[in-house]
């Protein structure tokens, strides 16, 4: 089958239907144009200045949120394409999948959800959405409102990690109140919160993608020293990070065979790591190798439940193997134990929300005058207090780090 059977004038959709291009260009299909509008935005860019796990400015050599992206965009595509979704799609989702993350991280998410919890929170999902429907510039409706990069429904679907609205126990969400509309229609004919199998995708790209180069991260900054876990006390502390952050009801015994089964991988490091390029080039194959086993085995569990055709939408789950998810957390949790956890981490994640909440606070204060032109044009046509609140919380989450610590200097001191 083709691709436009296999994808129908729906999956195809825009919200606005756009005229043919005067200017002669080469033929593209709906899902390459999408995904070259997500590479050329602005808020795409700005992921280089944003946080990974350690910040942009902490070392030449290690990720921030665009080269996370980069990566879990090719994991995503070559995963993708085995399975007979759309490469593209897959992509597209996970270029765009950290759009809506604010400065410093997961942390500086979690400062503006509490500070946003009066017009419905701060979610990054959420707010990536929102990038991508209403606040980057590209396309109006025939009123002349933004209507965001105008993705097709597929792609918008793909890129919607988490399709339901916020839960009343909190957690995670990928959609406001306020944004409402536009995932209904995105998400038309679809009953219920399933994901499309190019969200479950992009989804798994970036869990371990997030599991082995924070990892090589730690390793290479000098946070992460293997040869400490091959003490049982050490990964008992090891073991309660991995239960706090991901897998609560792991035991010791399910963590530890989940780690040997991760350090029988032929390339793991036993060596001290010493900065040679040597060394590094062990670390390389080690991180190569560990996202072809995790793909490997969610491949081969998903085409054994599903045979040899073509997985598309919503006509299909990925399949992801306890065991594979279980050493991804272990891989995910040594890096949070050595990395998150330590105290002058803390430290300066406080620092960080106490930044935010002092920025929100003067930017509140200024009844929009001090936001950007486009965003200070949302605020006066915003209906109410809510709606006010809310465009604030898009000027603090476009911020970079180094720009949220510039405005913050400039207004707050």
């Not at 979704?85 to 765009?96: F, G, R, Y």
Request: charged share 30%; glycine share 8%.
């Amino acid at each position: 089958m083709t691709w436009d059977e296999l994808y129908d004038d729906a999956a195809r959709e825009r919200l606005v239907e756009e005229p043919a291009k005067r200017v002669p260009a080469p033929v593209r299909t709906p899902f390459e144009r999408d995904r070259a509008r997500v590479v050329h935005s602005a808020s795409l860019r700005r992921l280089a200045a944003k946080t990974q796990v350690l910040g942009p400015q902490a070392d030449d050599f290690v990720r921030n949120r665009l080269t996370h992206s980069l990566e879990v965009a090719q994991v995503a595509r070559d995963l993708a394409h085995p399975l007979g979704c759309h490469p593209d799609l897959a992509e597209t989702a996970a270029l765009a999948h950290d759009l809506g993350h604010p400065p410093f991280g997961h942390n500086g998410e979690e400062a503006l959800d509490r500070l946003a919890a009066d017009c419905g929170g701060f979610e990054g999902n959420a707010q990536t959405l929102r990038i991508l429907t209403r606040l980057e510039a590209k396309s109006v409706d025939e009123d002349g409102r933004s209507i965001g990069l105008n993705l097709t429904r597929a792609t918008l679907d793909a890129c919607t990690k988490y399709p339901w609205g916020r839960p009343d126990a909190g957690g995670k969400f990928g959609v406001y109140d306020d944004d409402l509309p536009v995932f209904e229609w995105l998400r038309k004919g679809v009953d219920g919160p399933r994901r499309c199998i190019e969200a479950q995708v992009m989804d798994f790209a970036d869990d371990v993608a997030y599991s082995v180069h924070d990892l090589e991260d730690g390793i290479v900054g000098g946070h992460i020293d293997l040869a400490r876990l091959d003490s049982t006390t050490e990964l008992t502390g090891v073991w309660e990070t991995v239960r706090d952050w991901y897998l609560p009801g792991a035991t010791d015994e399910e963590l530890a065979e989940a780690f040997g089964r991760v350090r029988s991988v032929g390339a793991w490091l036993h060596q001290e790591y010493d900065g040679s390029r040597s060394a590094l080039a062990v670390l390389k194959n080690l991180t190569s190798d560990l996202i072809g086993v995790f793909c490997g085995s969610v491949h081969s569990a998903t085409r054994a439940a599903y045979g040899d055709g073509t997985l598309v939408r919503h006509e299909a789950d990925l399949i992801v193997p306890s065991e594979t998810a279980e050493e991804i957390a272990v891989l995910k949790g040594i890096a949070a134990h050595y990395v998150m956890r330590t105290d002058v981490r803390v430290a300066a994640m406080q620092q960080q929300r106490e930044l935010i909440d002092e920025l929100f606070a003067v930017l509140v204060d200024s009844d929009g005058a001090l936001l950007d032109p486009s965003l200070r044009a949302d605020y006066r046509e915003a209906v109410d207090d809510q709606a006010r609140l809310r465009v604030v919380v898009d000027q603090i989450a476009s911020l970079t780090d180094a720009s949220a610590v510039a405005w913050h200097q400039r207004l707050c001191r």
